[in-house]
């Protein structure tokens, strides 16, 4: 399985709908992403911008199904193989 990976397009920065096409994520997600703080965004002027680097560093972050490493109990267990306690 291959994670999502921004496309190269040599935009150091994109807006919501770019980011949209290049992950899948509906806009609604991407604002809830950014709502938690989980994905960096910066305003300019009216409109909202993720640095490439950001989008990078969120898809680096963000754990493949099955690799829950946490203490405590799952909070995706039907999706982590991790024996549940």
Request: aromatic letters at 4%; glycine letters at 6%; one cysteine or more.
């Amino acid at each position: 399985m291959s994670t999502v990976q921004p496309q190269v397009t040599g935009r150091k920065a994109h807006s919501i709908e770019q980011v949209r096409e290049q992950t899948g994520f509906c806009r609604d997600k991407i604002y809830q992403l950014i709502k938690d703080g989980q994905l960096v965004a910066r305003k300019c002027g009216k409109r909202t911008i993720i640095l490439d680097a950001d989008l990078e560093r969120f898809l680096d972050v963000t754990k493949r199904i099955g690799e829950c490493t946490a203490a405590t109990s799952c909070a995706h267990p039907r999706l982590c193989k991790r024996p549940s306690r």
